[in-house]
């Protein structure tokens, strides 16, 4: 049984980390939150230390392991500026991290958190589960089962509708956030780089607050891809949920269906960090820099290049 502390126990995708923990036998030990909304801890662990001050939370930590109680995981649910420093902590303290995405705004913070690595001997691990989908799994296979020369056309469109108080929150913010790409987009983008390899080309051809689309050319495929969080460009066809949601990934005029299948993939992350076959600071490097380039570059005008969406806002 391994020892976990959990920061961010308040957030949306905590719950799924609560479940992971207790579903693969372990235990919480402590949790952190600025909010004091943390009544899903008596579902899971209701023994657990809780904090809603980080030095307070810090302070125990360090405590326990001078007293023989070392953590042995610390599993980090914060708002995206957070995860590096707070990373940063439990590699300085010899404990392995687990990190929700995107684990950090911009790749030289991956080189920071390689050199902490190495010197204090512990290991991040991130939540990258759309790798282990079946049905990303399936086209992975179909994809390198291709003639070696198959370049395929995809166009990916993600829309997910957000009230007012988005952009009024940390997300809100490009330097918190890193933006709609970053926010909503860096699971895509890191499933597209494991799908059809290294990346080649990046375009950005509209952005604002709410919305951004663009063009990616990998090693064997095309994307034009449209990211958004206004309501106004949902489809009528948009599935109705917590919020209105439309996913939709055509490869080659064929749709990929993925729209089930998530409910136990952060259970299988965890079991394949705690057998030692986690994803780990190198293979977020690509989807990092994929968004860190659409965040800084300039839009540009390549009308072959624009995706079916775009088309219509730009006319």
Same mark, same amino acid.
């Given at each position: 049984?391994? +020892? !976990? &502390? %959990?920061?961010?126990?308040?957030?949306? *995708?905590?719950?799924?980390? @609560?479940?992971?923990?207790?579903?693969?036998? =372990?235990?919480?030990?402590?949790?952190?939150?600025?909010?004091?909304?943390?009544?899903?801890?008596?579902?899971?662990?209701?023994?657990?230390?809780?904090?809603?001050?980080?030095?307070?939370?810090?302070?125990?930590?360090?405590?326990?392991?001078?007293?023989?109680?070392?953590?042995?995981?610390?599993?980090?649910?914060?708002?995206?500026?957070?995860?590096?420093?707070?990373? +940063? !902590? &439990? %590699?300085?303290?010899?404990?392995?991290? *687990?990190?929700?995405?995107? @684990?950090?705004?911009?790749?030289?913070?991956? =080189?920071?958190?390689?050199?902490?690595?190495?010197?204090?001997?512990?290991?991040?691990?991130?939540?990258?589960?759309?790798?282990?989908?079946?049905?990303?799994?399936?086209?992975?296979?179909?994809?390198?089962?291709?003639?070696?020369?198959?370049?395929?056309?995809?166009?990916?469109?993600?829309?997910?509708?957000?009230?007012?108080?988005?952009?009024?929150?940390?997300?809100?913010?490009?330097?918190?956030?890193?933006?709609?790409?970053?926010?909503?987009?860096?699971?895509?983008?890191?499933?597209?780089?494991?799908?059809?390899?290294?990346?080649?080309?990046?375009?950005?051809?509209?952005?604002?607050?709410?919305?951004?689309?663009?063009?990616?050319?990998?090693?064997?495929?095309?994307?034009?891809?449209?990211?958004?969080?206004?309501?106004?460009?949902?489809?009528?066809?948009?599935?109705?949920?917590?919020?209105?949601?439309?996913?939709?990934?055509?490869?080659?005029?064929?749709?990929?269906?993925?729209?089930?299948?998530?409910?136990?993939?952060?259970?299988?992350?965890?079991?394949?960090?705690?057998?030692?076959?986690?994803?780990?600071?190198?293979?977020?490097?690509?989807?990092?820099?994929?968004?860190?380039?659409?965040?800084?570059?300039?839009?540009?005008?390549?009308?072959?290049?624009?995706?079916?969406?775009?088309?219509?806002?730009?006319?």
């Amino acid at each position: 049984m391994k +020892k !976990f &502390a %959990l920061i961010g126990t308040g957030g949306y *995708i905590a719950p799924r980390h @609560l479940n992971a923990i207790k579903d693969t036998g =372990n235990t919480l030990d402590v949790a952190m939150d600025v909010n004091d909304s943390v009544g899903i801890m008596d579902m899971h662990f209701p023994e657990s230390e809780f904090f809603t001050e980080f030095e307070d939370f810090a302070a125990y930590v360090e405590d326990e392991a001078l007293k023989g109680n070392k953590l042995d995981y610390i599993s980090i649910c914060t708002p995206n500026y957070l995860h590096a420093p707070q990373m +940063k !902590f &439990a %590699l300085k303290n010899g404990i392995d991290v *687990i990190c929700e995405k995107p @684990l950090v705004l911009n790749s030289e913070e991956l =080189n920071t958190l390689k050199a902490y690595e190495e010197k204090y001997g512990a290991k991040v691990n991130s939540i990258l589960q759309l790798r282990l989908h079946p049905s990303i799994i399936s086209l992975r296979e179909k994809v390198r089962n291709a003639p070696a020369d198959k370049v395929f056309d995809v166009e990916l469109t993600y829309m997910t509708s957000r009230g007012k108080w988005y952009l009024k929150s940390w997300k809100g913010v490009n330097e918190k956030s890193g933006g709609v790409a970053t926010n909503v987009g860096v699971h895509f983008f890191d499933m597209l780089h494991f799908i059809f390899g290294d990346i080649k080309a990046n375009e950005v051809h509209y952005k604002d607050e709410q919305t951004v689309a663009g063009y990616l050319e990998y090693e064997r495929a095309r994307v034009k891809w449209f990211l958004s969080i206004d309501a106004s460009y949902l489809p009528d066809n948009a599935v109705q949920g917590e919020k209105k949601t439309y996913r939709s990934i055509m490869i080659e005029d064929e749709e990929l269906e993925f729209s089930g299948g998530f409910t136990d993939l952060h259970t299988q992350s965890y079991q394949n960090i705690l057998a030692g076959n986690g994803y780990g600071l190198e293979e977020n490097r690509a989807a990092i820099e994929t968004v860190e380039k659409i965040r800084e570059q300039e839009t540009v005008f390549v009308p072959e290049h624009h995706h079916t969406l775009l088309c219509k806002i730009l006319k």
